[in-house]
């Protein structure tokens, strides 16, 4: 059998995004400016009350001169959180720093996988070929690193922490942004695996997957082992650590050193891939299961419940009541406060969301070969419509089912703009928050045609939607158009070029990320 495995990039230019500040965002995202009530999913009525932050109170700074805009509107009256959500796009790209994956050359481009944010207007990401500090106003690096390269990382008070996945801990010294300083790294040599990192207060906590979570301090002396079968997502704050072990999620005291103490134990939707913890909440993400969310009450973990957001929970960031997901294609926000938890809004990436920290409002995000900066707007919210942007005509002349979600707070309406004779059922389908419909796409009788529709929808900032009605390039049992792909022939290392007309005969498995 071949093993070939196969490269993807895509990408996303956005020209209003090219110089603008963290902290000043652009006209190019207009508000609607009304009001509607904000709906808890499974609610079918009834105002949310969302607490604007303070200093944050007042006007959104979306408004501008785009198409259907508006200036933003009041933020909940004045932000005293009693009027309810406005209806508008919670999250702003301020900026994006990084390279357009078509013209990055060969080994020159970098791959984001993480981030941390600094203080001081500084961040820290990390990825294939190395790490970076960035200036967030300037949207521009400062320090960049061409070492080994990073999986995740965590700072704190001027140190920051790297996991490499090979068993070593990189640790630098970031007290000046300007001139990072490396320190000498962990290592563990042993068969486990660094999978996650945490840092609080001069103390390091690492994820050794099967050697547990180990706890070091500042000079990279250890200070305990917190056993577990499979250490991998981590997090620290005081003389409190929690550990995913599998799919348990697990309390320690760490306040005796050499003595920790497991305080509570709790079982998880699935294996935990990443988690935030804040000393009183806790969010896990969990792949394609999305986010299990708990706060801790007399040292016992308490379940606030879940959320289910499009794409896989890869990074978690907790900021006071908000939570922001990387969940790969977009990036969520959620509200934890009073009323929650519910998701407020999605936005989309420039490729990948990975990895993502945030503090005051403000999120950064490792985006592949971009990092994208990000800016919550207090008091808004939208519908989030979820949609396919093909379906094929396998069976011509059979209904198509097209699968309508809805990922925000309040009321999804939906229209269809579709050539004469393509019927949809139902033709204007109305979706609660957290709710998804199947409508039904009926073709016009007669010779089988491709068909672009528009999906329309009260969604602020992706009102509107293409949806291509392909017919298939082949039929089922019929002999497939050649393709070609580079990709590697295992155990070779050397991206070749591969015809699947040269593959008669053979198993060929495709295989897309396997390298990552």
Request: aromatic share 6%.
């Amino acid at each position: 059998m071949r093993l070939i495995l196969l490269p993807l990039l895509w990408s996303c230019a956005d020209p209003c995004l090219q110089a603008t500040a963290w902290s000043d965002p652009t006209g190019c995202y207009a508000h609607d400016g009304s009001v509607q009530s904000g709906q808890r999913p499974g609610e079918d009525s009834g105002a949310v009350d969302l607490p604007a932050d303070s200093g944050d109170a007042g006007q959104t700074d979306g408004g501008g001169d785009g198409e259907g805009g508006g200036d933003g509107g009041d933020v909940s009256d004045g932000g005293d959180g009693g009027e309810g959500l406005i209806l508008g796009d919670p999250i702003l790209t301020v900026a994006r720093q990084g390279d357009d994956p078509a013209e990055a050359v060969g080994g020159d481009k970098t791959e984001w996988v993480d981030g941390a944010l600094l203080g001081g207007g500084y961040g820290l990401t990390v990825g294939y070929r190395g790490w970076q500090v960035l200036e967030l106003d300037a949207a521009a690096p400062v320090a960049r690193q061409a070492a080994r390269s990073g999986y995740k990382v965590a700072a704190d008070g001027g140190l920051a922490a790297i996991t490499t996945r090979s068993g070593e801990v990189m640790l630098l010294d970031v007290s000046d942004p300007l001139r990072p300083v490396a320190r000498p790294s962990l290592l563990l040599e042993d068969d486990a695996v660094d999978e996650d990192v945490a840092v609080d207060a001069g103390r390091i906590l690492v994820g050794w997957s099967t050697a547990g979570g180990r706890l070091y301090d500042a000079t990279g002396s250890l200070l305990t082992t917190l056993p577990a079968d499979h250490a991998f997502a981590v997090g620290l704050s005081g003389d409190r650590a929690v550990i995913t072990d599998g799919a348990d999620l697990v309390l320690f005291d760490i306040g005796a050193p050499g003595a920790p103490v497991e305080l509570d134990r709790t079982r998880l939707r699935g294996e935990g891939r990443d988690l935030d913890f804040d000393g009183q909440r806790v969010a896990v993400g969990l792949g394609g299961r999305g986010v299990d969310l708990f706060h801790i009450e007399g040292d016992v973990f308490i379940f606030d419940g879940d959320l289910d957001i499009p794409g896989a929970a890869l990074g978690l960031a907790l900021d006071g009541d908000r939570l922001w997901v990387a969940t790969w294609e977009t990036v969520a926000l959620a509200w934890l406060g009073e009323g929650g938890p519910f998701v407020l809004g999605h936005e989309d990436v420039g490729q990948s969301a990975m990895g993502i920290d945030a503090a005051d409002g403000r999120a950064m995000v490792a985006d592949w070969t971009y990092v994208s900066l990000l800016k919550a707007v207090p008091g808004v919210a939208g519908p989030e419509i979820t949609a396919p942007e093909r379906l094929y005509q396998v069976d011509p002349g059979e209904p198509l089912r097209l699968p309508l979600r809805n990922g925000g707070p309040m009321t999804l309406t939906v229209a269809f703009d579709a050539p004469a004779g393509w019927i949809f059922e139902p033709a204007q389908p109305s979706l609660a928050p957290g709710t998804s419909l199947n409508v039904v796409v009926r073709p016009p009788a007669g010779e089988p045609a491709a068909a672009s529709v528009q999906i329309l929808s009260n969604d602020p900032d992706e009102a509107v939607l293409d949806l291509a009605l392909l017919l298939p390039e082949a039929d089922i049992g019929s002999q497939h158009p050649d393709l070609s792909l580079p990709g590697i022939q295992v155990p070779g290392a050397i991206a070749e070029g591969y015809d699947l007309g040269e593959q008669r005969g053979k198993v060929v498995l495709l295989v897309y990320w396997a390298l990552f």
